[in-house]
């Protein structure tokens, strides 16, 4: 009596169990989309360039059989990296250049990497992509060599220099200027210098207009100072005069320029600011690039 009491109670449960078992239904991630049927086997095939991860999550079912359906997931790491080469709307690539012990880390534009941010820019840095070398030139220097059949790409985005392995200076590019935060640091990474720029012009500068878009000057500012790169304007948009500035000293090479754009005066005031020497004149020029006047000629004929 008792053996058939159990037995009857085994077959029950064994019947319980198969029946959950047939019903049970199959949940799987959403990572990849089956797309087509291999026609030998009657099995649909993945295609998906990741390897799907075991998650349940989700119930799919078909009319006569469960069927694996997994959608990609567009909240992946690989979308995010796609959202970092984007740098002021503009979509980049990446590229170095190396020198000597000096390594260049930049991007430039995915398209239209001719194009600079405007045409007063002075500082307009460039890829020679047949030197391979990083270029710093101006705005007229730049279209002029384009219009020559030149290669070169401006930089836009994110920028590293080393020396060795040491970070010495980083910042980002806009269109070929300077934007945003940049510092300079040692070879300890102790930190040099820190600037902000407005494409290409450094941020708190003081800028007059002979009207609404054309620049008359460009005096730099930082640390309350004037410091940084002097620019002087023509109303036809050529420079009539550049030099730089150290906590209110003139210091350097100063060049003034006719209108036509040749060079009219080279003076030298001292190195830095530090210095207490009286600037004197190097050379002159006239209108058609005859120079006139040199400073070492003079000094050797006394």
Known sequence: MKKSFFLCFYVFISILVAHAQKNKKLTVPAEIELQEEDKNTNHQLLKTDSTPQALINEVVTNKDENILKITKNNNNK??????????MGIKTKKGFAVEGEVLQKFRYPAYESQIVAHPYAQEIHCYDME??????????????????GKKWI??????????????????????????????????????LEKLYYEKGWQADSEISYYSSDKIKEVIPKAHG???????????????AEIGQYEYD????????????????????YPKTFAEKTEPRTLREWDAQGNLTYDWEKNKNKK
């Open 78 to 87: 690989k979308g995010e990296k796609k959202n970092a080469k984007i740098f």
């Open 131 to 148: 030197k391979k070398k990083i270029e710093n030139v101006t705005y007229q220097e730049f279209t002029t060599n384009i219009e020559k």
């Open 154 to 191: 401006v930089l836009h985005g994110r920028y590293e220099k080393y020396r060795g392995k040491s970070l010495i200076e980083e910042g980002y590019f806009y269109k070929g200027t300077k934007q945003g935060r940049w510092d300079t640091y040692d070879n300890e990474f102790t930190l």
């Open 225 to 239: 100072t004037k410091t940084g790169k002097y620019y002087k304007f023509y109303e036809t948009g050529t420079i």
């Open 249 to 268: 000293q003139k210091i350097g090479l100063w060049y003034e320029y006719y209108g036509n754009g040749r060079r009219k005066k080279q003076i030298q």
